[in-house]
T-cell receptor, first 116, second 113 residues
Framework: GAGVSQSPSNKVTEKGKDVELRCDPI?????LYWYRQRLGQGLEFLIY????????KSGLPSDRFSAERTGESVSTLTIQRTQQEDSAVYLC??????????????FGSGTRLTVV | GESVGLHLPTLSVQEGDNSIINCAYS??????FIWYKQESGKGPQFIID?????DKRQGQRVTVLLNKTVKHLSLQIAATQPGDSAVYFC????????????FGKGTTLSVSS
């Protein structure tokens, strides 16, 4: 597609429920990233996929968080047993190559997750 | 922890003024830097980038300056307009294989008419 697409745009869930967030990267972008942005804060790295290489999961805050990516296409970020501190905007980005290339990353508009 | 930070969380200017947003980074090995603009409800958008072999790069109304000696990055916006109101983030590429960009906390720029 023309840009990075994320769904849903907003998600309200009850504490303890599982949620799944989706990201469709730009076609041809081999690298895909997930970041978390708490209210008024910067971007916190979560996980990054590059082609068929093992993903860099070093930013995942706990084992309740996991992500998958099928080839060089769609990625899903799953949060199990959600907690109120998981409330944030989850941003997905893609790029031609990890951290490089003109313009760096192209971001989606994010999924705003609210845990009540 | 984060290795990229900003000097001021907020900056308020009048329309037509020039704006300067600063960023300090700590990783001397970083080889690529980017400024992003994030408007309310949207994801960050690329503004301008600079590689570590340069000290200045100009775009339309924006200039990025890189001082590797003191590990400082700045974004200058000329003739600031109300549409420039947003949160601005700097990001660095740590130049380590398989490492994602590291973002700072952001500076909120408010432009009044």
């Amino acid at each position: 597609g023309a840009g990075v697409s994320q769904s849903p745009s907003n998600k309200v869930t009850e504490k303890g429920k599982d949620v799944e967030l989706r990201c469709d990267p730009i076609s041809g972008h081999t690298a895909l990233y997930w970041y978390r942005q708490r209210l008024g804060q910067g971007l916190e790295f979560l996980i990054y996929f590059q082609g068929n290489s093992a993903p860099d999961k070093s930013g995942l805050p706990s084992d309740r968080f996991s992500a998958e990516r099928t080839g060089e296409s769609v990625s899903t970020l799953t949060i199990q047993r959600t907690q109120q501190e998981d409330s944030a905007v989850y941003l997905c980005a893609s790029s031609l190559a990890p951290g490089q290339g003109v313009g760096g990353y192209t971001f989606g508009s994010g999924t705003r997750l609210t845990v009540v | 922890g984060e290795s990229v930070g900003l000097h001021l969380p907020t900056l308020s200017v009048q329309e037509g003024d020039n704006s300067i947003i600063n960023c300090a980074y700590s990783n001397s090995a970083s080889d690529y830097f980017i400024w992003y603009k994030q408007e309310s409800g949207k994801g960050p958008q690329f503004i301008i980038d600079i590689r570590s072999n340069m000290d200045k790069r100009q775009g339309q109304r924006v200039t990025v300056l890189l001082n590797k000696t003191v590990k400082h990055l700045s974004l200058q916006i000329a003739a600031t307009q109300p549409g420039d109101s947003a949160v601005y983030f700097c990001a660095e590429n740590p130049n380590q294989a398989g490492t994602a960009l590291i973002f700072g906390k952001g500076t909120t720029l408010s432009v009044s008419s």
